[in-house]
């Protein structure tokens, strides 16, 4: 008896060479695997006597976070440990087009080592300690929302930065040549600090996120 309970993989990962399975069974475990759910084989003395049928739950935003990911022009890629046709069923129903499939756990790191080596920049699991932005909670949109203004305030500081500069730029040479009025000059100058705080505090009206910035 191979195992009383357990997938092929799972038989496998034991050392075990599960049988070949046919007949009305085979076909329904076939059909299980189609649907995105994981089959557990069910044996005695060899001998299949049933099948047990194991899903991952897929969250109800999940498709919505990978879509707002994709609008960032971010690509997608899932690692999973289950079959091709199960992984590539539950990736089609989350938006995810890159599947690695049948990935063992020591396995992971070095595909995720392989995508970063082709010049991908990957995100894996890190310390709440050593991480710049933590989510709050299992919901994964704030992840796009987090890049978005991440991206929006290296925008403004390239803005503030050009506006200080164009008015110093524009207003130093006429200061040094007599041709600015001194009063002018300490109030552009003021303008210059009140247009950059102010486009700044633009980024307030950016929607709010469920993460904790450290």
């Known amino acids: 008896m191979w195992c009383a309970g ?19 069974l085979a076909r329904a475990s076939e059909e299980i695997e189609a649907s995105g759910r ?14 047990v049928a194991v899903a991952d739950t897929i ?17 997608t890629v899932m690692l999973s440990g289950d079959n091709r046709i199960v992984a590539g069923t539950i990736a089609k129903v989350a938006g995810i087009k890159d599947v690695i499939a049948e990935v063992l756990p020591e396995q992971r790191v070095a595909d995720i080592a392989r995508l970063q080596e082709r010049g991908h920049k990957v995100g894996a699991d890190v310390a709440i300690e050593a991480s710049d932005v ?38 130093l040479p006429l200061a040094a040549l007599g041709l600015l009025d001194p009063m002018i000059a300490a109030a ?19 929607p709010r996120l469920a993460v904790a910035i450290s």
């Open 59 to 75: 969250k109800p935003e999940a498709a919505d976070a990978i879509a707002r990911l994709h609008g960032l022009g971010l690509r």
């Open 38 to 51: 994981t089959v557990v084989w069910i044996a005695r003395n060899g001998r299949p006597v049933g099948l």
């Open 134 to 171: 933590t989510l709050v909670g299992g919901d994964l949109r704030p992840v796009a929302a987090a890049i978005g203004l991440a991206r929006r305030t290296l925008t403004t500081i390239k803005q503030n930065l050009f506006w200080a500069f164009a008015y110093n730029v524009a207003a």
């Open 188 to 206: 552009a100058m003021a303008f210059s600090s009140v247009s950059v705080v102010a486009n700044a505090l633009r980024l307030r009206r950016y």
């Open 6 to 24: 357990a997938s092929r993989r799972a038989a496998v990962e034991a050392g075990r060479r599960p049988p070949r399975y046919e007949g009305p």
